[in-house]
């Protein structure tokens, strides 16, 4: 067993992503009652409603569960790069009969800067926290680990692994370019590496002294048991269970996921204003006009637009403006029940390690 099975109790060294617009908490406590660590996005709600999801969560487990907030930079308001994005937009939003937003909003907080959410984070103690985007200040860091909470954060590169590290981080999760959702690039405006995930995982188990999560287009036992041999301590699947009925993904969702889509998804920024790996639908084709001459306000802002598009389309049930995202992985998706899906990741980890052996 690994060092971080051992250290929350897991019988199996995978984690369900906290994938936001898709985790909930019948999909996290099914993943925990099955034997790995189930995870529970709350970045995309304000405080009062990740506590009732943390509760409702903790009604169904008595098992150790992960949540995760995001830790993004402050956006920088430029209400000139807003309008004219709009202004790209409105002739999308007349075609479905809606009218454009007259102005967009900074729609997510970021940990860093909510301190009634590191509250809930204090009051409810879940066994682990998680941060995507970056690191919170050491302050927030300090108080969650006082409460004996276990602290992971997403990391790209060495650089951003290292500073997680150095700030007391417990675990890092190697985020390959592979990886569904968004990259957890901690400065958007920095040059990416785009390290697949094996890279990754390879260059951080050799440099830290902090288990390593590995991360990005792993979708069954033989990927979990090549990431363990690579030094991982564990592996972390998201679009795995995307198809799992416990998953909050919509018809649209899933019809795509299953869909000829799934063997090109690709990396934008049109939908939220950060670099996210999707499947293409009708949003993410049109990047080469949104994109030839204007970048999408900074994230989250850019998503207050899209969250509207995608609303406007599925009221005229067209499901081709939603942020549906997927890792490269995503042809090898199953759709069965999670607990059920957990046993044969179980099952085909036991088969690939015996095959390794």
Known sequence: ????????????????????????PALAAAVCNAGALGSLAVGAVDANAARAMIDDLRARTRHAFNINVFSHQKAKVDPVREQAWLARLEPFFHALGSECPAHLREIYRSISDDDEM????????????????????????????????????????????????????????????????????????APDSQLGVAALT???????????????????????????????????????????????????????????????????????????????????????DLLKDLAPPDYPIAYDAAKALAAAARAKGEGGFGAQWAGQGAPLARTLPAAELVRLLEEELRAARAHLA
């Open 1 to 24: 067993m690994t060092r971080f099975a051992q250290r929350l109790g897991l019988r199996l060294p995978f984690i369900q992503a906290p994938m936001a617009g898709t985790s909930t």
């Open 118 to 189: 590191v509250e809930v984070l204090a009051q409810t103690r879940p066994a682990v926290v998680s941060f995507h985007f970056g690191l919170p200040p050491g302050s927030v860091i300090a108080r969650l680990k006082a409460c004996g909470i276990t602290l992971l954060a997403t990391a790209t590169c060495l650089r951003e692994a290292i500073a997680a590290e150095r700030a007391g981080i417990d675990a890092v999760v190697a985020q390959g370019y592979e990886a569904g959702g968004h990259r957890g690039v901690f400065d958007p405006a």
């Open 202 to 288: 390879r260059l951080l188990v050799r440099t830290l002294s902090i288990p390593v999560i590995a991360a990005g287009a792993i979708m069954d036992g033989a990927g979990i048991a090549a990431m363990l041999a690579l030094g991982a301590d564990a592996a972390q699947l998201g679009t795995a269970f995307i198809g799992c009925p416990e998953s909050a993904a919509d018809a649209h969702y899933r019809a795509a996921l299953l869909g000829l889509g799934a063997t090109a998804t690709e990396m934008t920024s049109i939908i939220s204003g950060r670099p996210a790996r999707a499947l293409p639908n009708r949003f993410t084709a049109l990047k080469k």
